[in-house]
């Protein structure tokens, strides 16, 4: 079988995961992502996320590194995750006043919609297929021009620098400071301006507008058609195999996903009756995220804030099964 690009990058961020982190290299990553209250009801309403430009990260060697680029010609949008649940640092960093960690199901390429900045007016979109990578965190002793070659030469030994560039690799460094972080990203590339018309702006606390990127999960456009999964395909077997493997079973985009989505709960519900799975059956919608768990951030009420979101949870039918729990850190984040 053929090699996806993303096969591609991620056999050269292992490389360098093996000579910058070797105690990284064999684990299983699971995918977190740390936000504020506000934010965190925003994604679970609007079922999307909001792509950062990765020049304006929070690590100044990442600016630096890419500086030399042409910006007309190559620009990357970013979505963070942690590898870690429930961590000190990462709830003093990006939920200052309470906050949760969403937990995703993202374990391999998915469809994901970039919606138009006029999407609401035009309903038009671009369809990418991604996965979310590991960042590399290079040792902090040389400049950012070194570690370009660094990562030029990785790529060169990898063998696969006819198919992938220098930039295609770049949005995955970071300085090792911030390794703490353990962090994923999910990129996507603005090539010769293709993201052009999806690019918005926002404007931060300073007044500065910084450019982002709206993200839906699946093919937006498949929500108006007949969902396409058939029910009567999930033997016991056939459930039993996916559990086995850790994989999730998929209801389709469309119109009538909900209805779908019912039948398989009590299709799996019968399965669970009749048979004793030694593995978790997941379900999950597709043109929706696959969330597993949200954690509350350490605060004074956090159990009363994990209840309202549940509540929240049980009022849309693809959050229905979604686990809420509270941090275990004896904490109290204090009042800004």
């Given amino acids: 079988m053929e090699k996806t690009m993303w096969d591609k990058k991620w056999e050269i961020l292992k490389r360098m995961i093996a000579k910058e982190m070797p105690e990284r290299q064999n684990r299983k990553f699971h995918f977190f992502h740390y936000t504020s209250l506000p934010v965190l009801f925003s994604i679970l309403e609007g079922n999307e996320f909001w792509a950062a430009n990765v020049r304006f990260s929070n690590d100044v060697m990442e600016e630096k590194m890419l500086r030399l680029d042409n910006l007309e010609a190559r620009d990357d949008y970013i979505i963070c995750f942690c590898a870690e649940n429930d961590m000190l640092s990462q709830w003093r960093g990006y939920c200052h006043n309470g906050g949760a960690a969403i937990q995703l199901n993202l374990h391999y390429p998915q469809t994901y919609s970039i919606l138009h900045a006029d999407f609401d007016e035009t309903g038009n979109y671009i369809v990418y297929e991604n996965t979310p990578l590991p960042v590399v965190y290079l040792s902090s002793d040389t400049d950012a021009n070194s570690k370009r070659k660094e990562v030029d ?171 809420v729990e509270v941090s275990k850190i004896p904490y109290i984040q204090p009042s800004l």
């Fill in 153 to 323: 030469h990785t790529i060169i030994a990898s063998g696969y620098h006819d198919d992938v560039n220098l930039e295609d690799i770049l949005p995955y460094m970071k300085n090792g400071y911030f390794y703490e972080e353990k962090e994923l990203r999910l990129v996507f590339s603005n090539i010769n301006g293709n993201l052009s018309k999806c690019i918005r702006f926002r404007t931060l606390p300073d007044g500065v507008k910084v450019p982002y990127i709206v993200v839906r999960h699946g093919n937006v456009g498949n929500m108006n058609r007949n969902c396409l999964t058939d029910i009567a395909e999930y033997s016991d077997e056939r459930i039993e195999e996916l559990a086995s493997q850790g994989l999730p079973i998929w209801i389709e985009e469309g119109f009538n996903q909900e209805v779908k989505y019912y039948e398989m709960m009590k299709r799996v519900d019968e399965f669970k009756k009749e048979m004793v799975p030694l593995y978790p059956v997941k379900v999950f919608c597709r043109g929706r995220l696959p969330i597993e768990k949200i954690t509350v951030a350490p605060t004074y009420d956090r159990e009363r804030k994990a209840e309202q979101i549940k509540r929240f949870c049980m009022s849309k039918y693809w959050l229905n099964n979604v686990q």
